[in-house]
């Protein structure tokens, strides 16, 4: 079941992001989110990030004690240095019970589709 589960969410994830790209000039509602979740290493958060977006590295492995922190019944936004990278890390949240993921994709993509722009 838990297989399944991982398969769905990873199709659902390429599904929105490539949704998202077709219609780039639109820009995601942050609104009601409870957090945007940048999972890029702390060097590449540093000197470029969206704007409100708080960093939990996904590949040294603090991101998990991190997230499970969070409400499971809010909306995040996730993005990180690849799709692929975002996707495995939207899979953990889900895997802790989080409902409201959206995979935004890359940092490159996240920029496209989030009206808050960067720090530099």
Known sequence: ??????ALASIFALVLVLGVSACSPGKLDVTDVKAIIDIRTPEDFA????VGSINFDFERG????????FERGGKYYLYGASEEQS???MNEMFSLGFTNVVN????EDAQRVLPLGITQ
């Open 1 to 6: 079941m838990t297989k399944f589960k991982f």
């Open 104 to 107: 935004l994709g890359s940092f």
């Open 62 to 69: 603090d991101y998990l004690a991190n997230v499970s922190l």
């Open 87 to 89: 996707a495995n890390a």
């Open 47 to 50: 000197p470029s990030h969206i």
